[in-house]
């Protein structure tokens, strides 16, 4: 099992230890390192500053928001990125919700999902080939663009650079069983924002029928210490923030994945306190055994033994969010 640093998204302004972090990631084997956007800072600037950084180490997306940019714009960045580094990025795509497509991005949530991000990867995969001009007559994207404000000036067009891997990496953020059967068929990973070792089925039937080489990487806290309950609470604090306010409360995806690992009354419940302004109250609701099993934290025996039921099943990579560097180090011996 690879071992990655996911760094996330900035908060208030820039960590100042990401690039160290990624340095000592690098300098302990790690396969990648990661960075996300949400909306504030964006995915790609401080991964380019780490690649500048850094040597050896992969550079990843998770995520780059599809709303956020055409997908000609995003395949733009990865094909740049990609010279520049050598040949590091992988492409981690996500749809995000109407919340944020609508309410940050201003744009129409697609009313079929699953439509709009087969789409936006066909058109992405295009550029990336560079077998002819980009076209594609699709519901979402449509290469060149036809709508009734067209000026019908739009031609077909190559990417003027030539990319430096056709097979870059796609690798797409999913929650729903639909949405992860298809990763399975059009992407070359996944990238779930919660996985238990224990409840695969929780995402339907396509993870256990991967191809070869498909990458199957979360998103996972890991923390040595002592406490574990103490341990905890940075994931319950995230739990919170995203079962309670990345989304409304008749339609909050990671509140229905919750619900679909067994916690559905809870899960309503921190939607519940959270939109009633009760933070606090709805971070502490957050049961410890699901944010337990959706994380590695504890002592270095308990996470030792923990990382035994990881790999036993299909993930890949494992992405460690937040960990200092006593962790990251503890969790390197840990996987050699």
């Not at 109407?98 to 940050?104: K, L």
């Amino acid at each position: 099992m690879r071992l990655g640093l996911a760094l996330g998204y900035w908060g208030r302004g820039p960590s100042p230890d990401h690039v160290e972090l990624a340095r000592e990631a690098e300098r302990l084997g790690y396969d990648s390192v990661w960075t996300a956007e949400s909306w504030g800072s964006d995915v790609f600037t401080p991964l380019t500053w780490i690649a500048a950084r850094t040597s050896t180490i992969r550079l990843g997306t998770a995520v780059a928001q599809m709303a956020a940019r055409s997908p000609t714009t995003t395949a733009m960045h990865a094909l740049t990125l990609d010279h520049l580094s050598g040949g590091r990025v992988m492409l981690g795509l996500g749809l995000s919700g109407p919340q944020v497509v609508e309410g940050w991005y201003g744009r129409p949530f697609p009313k079929s999902p699953l439509t709009a991000t087969r789409e936006y990867v066909d058109v992405v995969r295009q550029v990336l080939r560079r077998q002819a001009p980009v076209e594609l007559d699709g519901r979402f994207h449509t290469h060149p663009y036809r709508g009734a404000d067209a000026t019908g000036l739009g031609r077909p067009l190559k990417s003027i650079t030539h990319p430096l891997r056709a097979d870059l990496p796609v690798l797409l953020g999913a929650e729903g069983p639909k949405n992860v059967a298809q990763t399975v068929r059009i992407a070359d990973g996944w990238l779930p924002l919660y996985w238990s070792p224990n409840r695969p089925d929780a995402y339907g039937p396509a993870v256990t029928e991967l191809p070869a080489g498909f990458r199957v990487a979360p998103l996972a806290r890991v923390k040595v210490c002592d406490d574990v309950g103490e341990g905890l609470l940075g994931v319950k604090a995230m739990l919170g923030f995203y079962i309670g306010g990345m989304g409304h409360a008749t339609r909050n995806f990671h509140a229905d994945l919750m619900a679909r690992m067994g916690y559905e009354e809870e899960a309503r419940r921190v939607q519940e306190l959270f939109l009633a302004g009760r933070r606090e109250e709805a971070v502490l609701t957050v049961p410890d055994a699901f944010a337990d099993e959706i994380s590695l934290v504890g002592p270095r025996e308990r996470i030792a033994e923990r990382l035994e039921v990881w790999r036993k099943g299909p993930v890949t990579d494992l992405l460690a969010v937040a960990p200092d560097p006593t962790t990251l180090r503890v969790l390197a011996e840990l996987n050699s």
